[in-house]
């Protein structure tokens, strides 16, 4: 019975335990077709956003992500390289901002920088709005102030071409928010200048005429720029810089804003051509460059609020000629340095030049001028 039972269950059982593996061989092979399936559905799902022109949300919460949790600048801007083209369908304009989405806390401020202008607008153009006041609030040079707990969006319109516009999605959180804000946006900068970094200086323009001290860039009546130099903008670096400067400003309570930034030759031209004959040429070369002598040209000098002696004195000059050097900045043109710089006192003029030199400037008193620290002059040969 035994033997019997044994032998006549064996030939089944062996039929049953081949089965049993030709089914479990099928079993493993549907899991994996639907593991593979799986893991197309998840690539699938991720492309969207790499490929572009894709949803609004899908780039605002990608532009999020990256503000939030990157920590490491240059992480920060090779990510951030990717994700500005599928930011742009949602702005739908040719503005290009440094970031599209803003966590502030109540009473902390931040500015988003404006890294590219519609063609032939510039910051002279800009028109900041803000959908909910009572949220955030803007002024018109960009800078955002959190009033109350909650989200709004600010507009930044062109004041040319109304059609062009770029929104800012405002997160306003309560007070506690503000260091890790501070620590991951890295939009502000402390005051103190241990905190700022070192400015670097800025590149070496490739113009044969250009007059360089080390790797300072000289222009002034001695040494000119020839009329085909057109950079067009601000050098980024002294532009990138600047905003600092006017976050730095900012969280001492003050507002410091281009005026005026790069000009061109003939856009120079045409303002000291006014200016000789309103006062003469004599008196004209005393405040205003002629064409190809102007620093404006160069995109490394900027003058900042009311451009007139009326800014001498005020809390953002007391503020700039005590902290500009922190950001690579100087006062181009000193009080009582007419005889050296060829210029009046000029308090809202500020040139970049790096921490290097800037910091050695203001270890010589800070009023000592580019034509003091190179022996150099400044002066019209005719
Ligand atoms: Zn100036």
Known sequence: MDNRDFDTQRPRKKASRETIRKRQLIALCVIALLVLILILLIAKACAPSSKGGETTPTATTTTAVIITTT???ALTTT???????PAEPENNSDFKLDKYVIELAVGGKDMPRVQEYPEG???????????????ATVDKWGN???????????????GLDTTQEVNIKVIVKGKSETASEEATTGATTEPQSADVGEAPAPSRINVAEAHYEGDTLIVNKTYSLPQSYDPGDLDPTCKEWFYKLANGAAKDGLNIYISSGYRSYDYQSQIYNNYVGIYGTETADTFSARPGNSEHQSGLAIDVNIIDDSFAGTP??????????EYGFIIRYPENKQAITGYKYEPWHIRYVGS????????MGGDTTLEELFGITSQYQN
Do not use: F, M
């Open 71 to 73: 920590t490491d600048p």
């Open 79 to 85: 990510v951030a390289t990717t994700t500005t083209a």
């Open 121 to 135: 607008s510039g910051e002279w153009n800009e028109n900041w709005s803000s959908s909910d006041e009572n949220i």
């Open 144 to 158: 955002i102030t959190g009033v109350a707990e909650g989200e709004c969006t600010i507009t930044l319109r062109d």
């Open 316 to 325: 953002e000059a007391i503020w700039l000629a005590e902290h500009c050097w």
């Open 356 to 363: 290097a030199i800037s910091k050695q400037i203001h270890d």
